[in-house]
């Protein structure tokens, strides 16, 4: 909770992302085989623009969990803001085989897959690119560029307190 909560304020307080990636670490540790946690670091690496502390927690994700879609189109949407259209797209191939019996999401997966087929066919070899679609929430991605806005001045945020520390 306090990871995602120092996410939000990423772009408003300084030093919350150093903050988010510190608890979301700490959640790491507390419970090393939760996908879910890796996805989130992942999330706040790639709202960063990090794409390969980003693609490595999607990866650890998607070894903990093969069957998790969640995992590989992170990843996938990761590797394209890199410019690995060809990675991405096989990670866009595995969603669409795990989620073939949730239309909604087959539908959505389905159409990036055939936007970024068209975008390999016209893209040059090398370099990131932006994304043509902006991706949605049903499996869990998003999209850094328009999560916040920027606030100037930062405001100051106090780092987290020690849970060793008692009150008196």
């Given at each position: 909770?306090?990871?995602s909560i120092?996410?939000?304020?990423?772009?408003?307080?300084?030093?919350?992302?150093?903050?988010?990636?510190?608890?979301?670490?700490?959640?790491?540790?507390?419970?090393?085989?939760?996908?879910?946690?890796?996805?989130?670091?992942?999330?706040?690496?790639?709202?960063?623009?990090?794409?390969?502390?980003?693609?490595?927690?999607?990866?650890?994700?998607?070894?903990?969990k093969?069957?998790?879609?969640?995992?590989?189109?992170?990843?996938?949407?990761?590797?394209?803001?890199?410019?690995?259209?060809?990675?991405?797209?096989?990670?866009?191939e595995?969603?669409?085989?795990?989620?073939?019996?949730?239309?909604?999401?087959?539908?959505?997966?389905?159409?990036?897959?055939?936007?970024?087929?068209?975008?390999?066919?016209?893209?040059?070899?090398?370099?990131?690119?932006?994304?043509?679609?902006?991706p949605?929430?049903?499996?869990?991605i998003?999209?850094?560029?328009?999560?916040?806005?920027?606030q100037?001045?930062?405001?100051?945020?106090?780092?987290?307190?020690?849970?060793?520390?008692?009150?008196?």
């Amino acid at each position: 909770n306090l990871a995602s909560i120092y996410r939000s304020l990423i772009g408003f307080g300084q030093n919350a992302d150093n903050f988010a990636i510190l608890a979301n670490q700490q959640a790491i540790t507390l419970d090393p085989n939760n996908p879910a946690e890796y996805i989130n670091l992942g999330g706040i690496y790639y709202q960063l623009g990090q794409w390969d502390n980003a693609i490595r927690q999607f990866q650890i994700a998607a070894t903990l969990k093969p069957d998790l879609a969640n995992a590989y189109y992170n990843l996938g949407h990761a590797l394209q803001e890199k410019g690995n259209l060809a990675d991405a797209m096989t990670q866009y191939e595995t969603v669409r085989r795990l989620v073939a019996n949730d239309k909604p999401n087959f539908d959505k997966i389905s159409k990036e897959i055939e936007d970024l087929k068209k975008r390999i066919a016209g893209a040059p070899a090398q370099g990131p690119t932006p994304s043509s679609s902006t991706p949605e929430q049903p499996l869990g991605i998003s999209n850094p560029s328009s999560q916040l806005p920027p606030q100037n001045p930062p405001v100051k945020i106090p780092p987290p307190i020690e849970a060793t520390k008692s009150s008196r």
